[in-house]
């Protein structure tokens, strides 16, 4: 629910320099924005949070390089959250935050503060490993493993220790490639190479080996811009699915896939979250002036 202050704003656009309602005919160039004086607009906050984020910023080169700045944002139980933003705006940066992808970066800083389930993911006891099975990634680029397909379903679990024996980790394959909508495909050929599969149904793999390890929320990062129309329909469908079960936060340069796969969109520019809200009102009504320039293409 909006707020009061939020509301009001719902009247108008906001000038994209200052925050202040903006004034017809005086839009001001993306490249011209102050952005010391950007607060983000829309209701950050969600009910039911599955992860917080609060003033998170990123750093490379030890600090000489700002890639994402105070950035605040709740990611929501069993919701799709679509982030969109014009190349380097920091949206990927981000959500490689939420899993502490980018600790394997050197010279990369991440100040503020995350949680998943009220438990900050930088406390200096946690361990990445099963973090990141709680909160996989499946990336731009299909990467199945240099193993069989049914080794590459089963591996994760097995070093998780969620599997006992053969008939436990039968069974999880199978279920986690018909969740991925993929065993009708492979059940009769689990012992050849992942990579002998096409790439809609390489990237469904990665799918299938993120879901086996029982996470609690999906980060994807572009994963249907290698793929022709049909393949990414048929991941835009498994999505919707995944969300009766998992949190997913989805970054993607398609607006047409951010409408149709998502119920919140984040807009990121220069670093910054612009601002953030329900997807339909973000594609119909944006708030802030830099929203409604950039979905009406006048950049990106």
């Known amino acids: 629910m909006q707020t009061e202050k939020n509301a009001s704003v719902s009247r108008t656009s906001v000038d994209a320099a ?6 017809a005919g005086k839009h001001r160039k993306p490249h011209l924005v102050d952005r010391e004086n950007r607060a983000t607009v829309g209701e950050i906050n ?3 949070p599955k992860m917080q984020c609060r003033d998170v910023s990123v750093f490379y080169d030890y600090g000489e390089k700002e890639a ?10 069993n919701e799709v959250i679509a982030m969109i933003g014009p190349s380097g705006c920091g949206k ?3 959500i490689r935050c939420l899993n502490r992808m980018n600790d394997t970066i050197d010279g990369c800083v991440v100040k503020g503060r995350i949680t998943l389930d009220e438990i900050n993911i930088y406390d200096k006891s946690i361990d990445v490993v099963p973090l990141r099975a709680q ?3 499946v990336f731009q680029k299909p990467n199945p493993f240099p193993k069989s397909i049914y080794d590459n379903i089963a591996y994760g679990p097995k070093i998780h220790g969620l599997v006992q024996n053969k008939s436990e980790t039968d069974d999880l394959v199978e279920s986690s490639l018909k969740r991925a909508g993929l065993w009708n495909e492979v059940k009769d050929r689990l012992d050849q190479p992942g990579t002998s599969l096409s790439g809609g149904q390489q990237q469904r793999l990665c799918i299938a080996r993120t879901i086996a390890v029982d996470p609690e929320v999906i980060l994807m990062d572009e994963p249907c811009s290698a793929l022709d129309p049909i393949a990414t329909a048929i991941i835009e469908d498994l999505i919707d699915e995944l969300r009766q079960e998992y949190s ?9 896939q951010a409408s149709r796969v998502s119920q919140r969109t984040a807009f990121f520019h220069l670093g910054d979250l612009i601002e953030v809200g329900p997807t339909e009102q973000i594609f119909l009504n944006p708030l802030h002036q830099l929203t409604h320039d950039y979905i009406t293409g006048r950049f990106g």
């Open 92 to 94: 990927s940066t981000f």
């Open 135 to 137: 909160v996989g990634m």
């Open 18 to 23: 200052s925050g202040n309602p903006a004034v």
């Open 248 to 256: 997913i936060a989805i970054v993607t340069h398609s607006m047409q």
């Open 46 to 48: 969600v009910p039911n």
């Open 68 to 77: 994402i700045r105070k950035v605040s944002l709740d990611i929501g139980q």
